[in-house]
């Protein structure tokens, strides 16, 4: 009889020490602000700046973000799957995709924190370094009096795609002298390679290039452009996309869907935050806000 009290006992104090346990480990693995693990899906061409973003938020905090590159669409579609409650995309939600949050009784927190621009590259062996925007989308459009040769864009469906299309006022893009691959980095190697294509990709990819890109990337010329309205010419530079100059400029956006206080409002802090406001500075694009810089005047 006493050895079954002690049996009895013994596999209490067992079982109290297992669910201690266990509620320790969910506290540490809870999700907060500023600790825990989360998802973000991200638009392919924003992938480095956003990458950079993550390498000094996980450095700072407690946390862990896996990043899943996807194009626009792809984002989009995740998103209302429920397979993340974060993204990054280079537009605002549409009327119709904020009704499917309202439908899901949640409120997305829209945090705007950087303004980036489309870019056009052609090989370095090409003299002329001038695009005028009128001919590329006469090009898009179809029509033969075009001077373009080859567009070459990361993905049919990515936000370079939906941007040209929109400008041009078409739905698809021609089949005919139109290239496409998957990622932003095999455009910056086919046009390196090949005379006489234009380019069209993120400009974080040219500011912000992986290392084994550069040799690829010192091999391709920054096109300036004329707008469709404008007569000068104007590269991407940070200076021309704050002052309205450069044509094709965009505005990024951290969608967050999570519906309650978790590690995307924390990030998207971080990022719309003075760290995260410089590191955008120092990558080439334009911060929504420029970080202030304290200057000691030494008599």
């Not at 993204?87 to 009327?95: F, K, Q, V, W, Y």
């Not at 621009?117 to 459009?141: C, G, H, M, R, Y």
């Not at 005379?195 to 300036?224: D, F, Q, R």
Request: proline share 4%; charged share 25%; aromatic share 8%.
């Amino acid at each position: 009889m006493r050895k079954i009290y002690k049996c009895i006992v013994l596999f209490l104090i067992c079982s109290l020490f297992l669910m201690c346990n266990l509620k320790g480990d969910k506290e540490t693995t809870k999700e907060s602000i500023l600790k825990g693990t989360v998802s973000i899906l991200v638009d392919e061409t924003l992938m480095p700046i956003i990458e950079e973003q993550v390498l000094v938020f996980e450095s700072t905090y407690d946390a862990k973000i896996k990043l899943i590159p996807k194009s626009e669409k792809e984002v989009v579609v995740s998103l209302f799957k429920d397979q993340s409650g974060i993204a990054i995309l280079s537009r605002d939600l549409t009327p119709k995709e904020y009704k499917i949050f309202e439908q899901k009784k949640i409120t997305p927190k829209i945090t705007k924190f950087a303004t980036d621009a489309i870019a056009f590259i052609s090989n370095k062996s090409d003299n002329d370094t001038l695009v005028d925007l009128k001919e590329v989308t006469d090009f898009i459009q179809g029509k033969q009096n075009s001077k373009i040769k080859g567009l070459v864009f990361d993905n049919p469906n990515s936000s370079t795609v939906r941007y040209m299309n929109s400008l041009a006022g078409v739905q698809s893009i021609p089949e005919k002298g139109v290239y496409s691959f998957k990622t932003n980095d095999e455009v910056i190697k086919f046009v390196s390679e090949n005379k006489g294509m234009i380019g069209i990709v993120g400009l974080n990819w040219l500011t912000e290039p992986m290392p084994a890109m550069k040799k690829y990337i010192e091999k391709v010329n920054v096109v300036s452009v004329k707008s469709l309205k404008g007569k000068e010419f104007f590269a991407p530079t940070q200076n021309n996309i704050a002052e309205g100059k450069y044509p094709l400029a965009r505005d990024l956006y951290i969608i967050n869907g999570q519906g309650y206080s978790g590690l995307g409002m924390g990030f998207a802090s971080f990022v719309a935050g003075d760290i995260g406001q410089r590191i955008i500075l120092k990558s080439g694009l334009l911060p929504i806000r420029v970080p202030g810089r304290k200057i000691n005047v030494v008599k």
